[in-house]
């Protein structure tokens, strides 16, 4: 159980932590809760206007019109890639603007070039999703547009004394048709008379 000293130091604390004040203070602390990646319900984050990204979206779908799931998916991953390159942008733009980077270049990537380095792994990698997302689709996209196996080329009259030849080369043993010169089944007056022997 806590003292009656515990319990006004208890009171006394809580009336410090009340949470943010000031209009800047509150502004960061309503950030707290946002979730990035597969976690957000918005593409957008304060201060990026919603009607640039269904802008975007829009000039995506119009330039490659995907038109199985697959495809979608892709076109939506580029749109992904470019909207987080363009906050990227953004981002390295506020960093050179940040007063602890005011004075000077070199000093700025000597003290804080982790920063820098991190953002352009996130660039880097944002970059070959793009690209990887791209050549797929692309890919995808020619497979459809090949046109279909042609039509088999017809197979040639096969004339009347011309006996058809098998893919395999091996045929059945059919006869050869007679002559028109001979009727079948008579002898040809050079053959030998039969003797009756």
Same mark, same amino acid.
């Given at each position: 159980?806590?003292? &009656? ?5 208890? %009171?006394?604390?809580? &009336? ?29 984050? #304060?201060?990026?206007?919603?009607? $640039? ?18 495809? %979608? ?5 580029? !749109? ?29 990537? %000597? ?8 953002? $352009?792994? %996130?660039? =880097? ?12 689709? $692309? ?6 547009? !090949? ?8 197979? #040639? ?31 040809? #007056? $050079?053959?030998?008379?039969?003797? =009756?022997?």
């Amino acid at each position: 159980m806590a003292s &009656q000293k515990q319990l006004l130091a208890n %009171r006394l604390n809580a &009336q410090k932590s009340t949470g943010p004040r000031s209009v800047e203070g509150k502004a960061r602390a309503s950030m707290n809760a946002l979730k990035t990646g597969i976690d957000a319900q918005s593409q957008t984050i #304060p201060g990026e206007p919603i009607s $640039q990204l269904e802008a975007l979206t829009d000039d995506y779908y119009q330039r490659f019109s995907p038109a199985t799931p697959e495809q %979608r998916m892709l076109v939506d991953t580029l !749109v992904d890639c470019e909207w987080l390159l363009r906050r990227f942008r953004r981002v390295e733009g506020q960093m050179w603007e940040n007063p602890i980077f005011e004075i000077t270049f070199a000093k700025a990537f %000597r003290d804080d070039s982790d920063h820098f380095a991190r953002l $352009q792994r %996130r660039i =880097d990698a944002t970059q070959r999703n793009y690209r990887n997302a791209l050549h797929e689709l $692309q890919r995808l996209q020619a497979e459809e547009a !090949v046109e279909p196996d042609p039509e088999p080329e017809p197979v #040639p009259a096969i004339s009347r004394n011309q006996t058809p030849k098998p893919p395999n080369g091996f045929g059945p043993q059919v006869p050869a048709e007679p002559s028109a010169a001979a009727p079948p089944n008579l002898p040809s #007056p $050079q053959d030998p008379p039969l003797s =009756d022997v």
